[in-house]
């Protein structure tokens, strides 16, 4: 729809009458009186009026109600990815130095060898719960001021108004590096990947269906939750894009072109993701086979060369048949070395954990960290143009705020 056919209620009566004139119709005069027929004439009408207070009125309230709704949801969702923008910042601006500082664990106050507490963990999960976030012991207990963090967020917000400051003149200038530069670094990440030790491990595990999840209600109802989230449904970003489109705009056709360009994204950037989950995993796996077979030499007596990783599950096997008593010294030991298992926990709520512990892994670490969160910075600043523009957009059709700028109320 064009920006010149949004209609401008300058009259609050005017508005009542339209809504009016939208919802009385064939409804009321002829299927009504017709409901109330069938089903006994006035005892239709306590269900009715009951429906109109618990139903009616709540969802026609709620209907007239989401503009504003929206442009709430899109403040709250602005809020909630430019820390993950703030985050993208502080990581990237410690991924220049020579050593990645989420590679090793801190040394103890003694000197004496790493945290305790990092050794239990991994020394990724320690940057970020101890030197990003800055985690306090509890929700009741404030942590202060985290000063790096403040200023990665205020820069992050800088940004975002740099971006938007000129509305969609600046904004749609922007999209061409925030759309283009992110499929350009997938696809440097997707070379890289099918190099690494063990990608097809993770790919072919992705490609893999496990039937039974098809049983699983959570799977559904997640897959639907995701084409919401994915295609940014409900949020009135798209209402607000739609706005800007010529008169007679092929909308039809955007949605269809647009709707598969995002899920295939998705996946495409699934099959990235899987190739490092597969070396991942395959580390791993590689790294529990290596233990138990260091395990194996130091506990009977054979020849290096004869145990490898390999047919380390097969000695496993035949010592336990041939020593039995000696064997059953170690088994509290053994590990269950599995790729399987490997591939099922190698996820994390936070993949950004799970991607840097592998970018470690590879050569040149800090091309990888610095270019992956590039990439990270450049979505979520797409993602907060939209968000911005369902925020500003309604902002700017209320009459009251016309006389403000666009760079005043792109501020405010």
Request: include cysteine; hydrophobic fraction near 50%; charged fraction near 15%.
């Given at each position: 729809m064009g920006k010149e056919a949004r209609p401008n209620w300058d009259n609050p009566t005017e508005f009542v009458l339209a809504c009016v004139s939208y919802a009385v119709g064939l409804g009321n005069v002829w299927r009504f009186p017709y409901l109330c027929q069938m089903h006994g004439g006035g005892g239709f009408l306590i269900p009715y009026l009951i429906m109109l207070v618990l139903e009616g009125i709540p969802l026609f309230y709620m209907e007239l109600a989401i503009g504003l709704a929206s442009v709430v949801t899109s403040l709250y969702l602005c809020l909630y990815y430019n820390i993950i923008n703030a985050w993208s910042f502080w990581y990237l601006f410690h991924s220049f130095q020579p050593v990645l500082p989420w590679a090793e664990c801190p040394i103890n106050a003694n000197r004496t060898g790493p945290i305790e507490e990092c050794k239990k963990a991994t020394s990724t999960q320690y940057f970020f719960y101890r030197e990003t976030l800055d985690i306090s012991s509890s929700i009741e207990v404030n942590g202060g001021m985290h000063t790096g963090q403040a200023l990665c967020l205020l820069l992050a917000?800088?940004?975002?108004?740099?971006?938007?400051?000129?509305?969609?003149?600046?904004?749609?200038?922007?999209?061409?590096?925030?759309?283009?530069?992110?499929?350009?670094?997938?696809?440097?990440?997707?070379?890289?990947?099918?190099?690494?030790?063990?990608?097809?491990?993770?790919?072919?595990?992705?490609?893999?269906?496990?039937?039974?999840?098809?049983?699983?209600?959570?799977?559904?109802?997640?897959?639907?939750?995701?084409?919401?989230?994915?295609?940014?449904?409900?949020?009135?970003?798209?209402?607000?894009?739609?706005?800007?489109?010529?008169?007679?705009?092929?909308?039809?056709?955007?949605?269809?072109?647009?709707?598969?360009?995002?899920?295939?994204?998705?996946?495409?950037?699934?099959?990235?993701?899987?190739?490092?989950?597969?070396?991942?995993?395959?580390?791993?796996?590689?790294?529990?086979?290596?233990?138990?077979?260091?395990?194996?030499?130091?506990?009977?007596?054979?020849?290096?060369?004869?145990?490898?990783?390999?047919?380390?599950?097969?000695?496993?096997?035949?010592?336990?048949?041939?020593?039995?008593?000696?064997?059953?010294?170690?088994?509290?030991?053994?590990?269950?070395?599995?790729?399987?298992?490997?591939?099922?926990?190698?996820?994390?709520?936070?993949?950004?954990?799970?991607?840097?512990e592998a970018i470690m892994n590879m050569p040149v670490s800090q091309l990888w960290s610095v270019l992956y969160f590039m990439m990270l910075l450049l979505l979520g600043m797409g993602s907060m143009l939209g968000n911005i523009t369902a925020i500003l957009t309604p902002l700017r059709d209320l009459k009251l705020l016309s006389h403000i700028s666009d760079e005043l109320l792109s501020v405010e």
């Open positions: 917000w800088v940004i975002t108004y740099l971006f938007i400051v000129r509305g969609v003149k600046s904004s749609g200038k922007v999209v061409y590096l925030t759309a283009i530069f992110p499929y350009v670094v997938l696809i440097i990440y997707l070379i890289r990947g099918f190099t690494l030790h063990g990608a097809f491990n993770g790919v072919a595990y992705m490609f893999t269906p496990k039937l039974e999840q098809l049983t699983n209600l959570n799977t559904w109802i997640n897959a639907a939750t995701q084409i919401f989230f994915s295609l940014g449904l409900g949020f009135g970003t798209l209402i607000a894009f739609a706005s800007y489109n010529q008169y007679n705009n092929n909308f039809e056709r955007q949605a269809i072109v647009v709707s598969f360009i995002n899920c295939g994204t998705s996946i495409f950037a699934s099959i990235v993701t899987f190739s490092i989950y597969g070396f991942k995993a395959t580390v791993n796996y590689e790294n529990c086979l290596e233990r138990t077979r260091l395990l194996l030499l130091n506990t009977f007596n054979l020849a290096e060369s004869s145990v490898s990783m390999d047919n380390v599950l097969e000695w496993i096997e035949k010592l336990n048949t041939t020593f039995p008593e000696q064997f059953a010294e170690i088994a509290h030991k053994l590990e269950a070395c599995d790729l399987e298992s490997e591939l099922d926990t190698v996820r994390s709520p936070i993949i950004t954990i799970v991607l840097i």
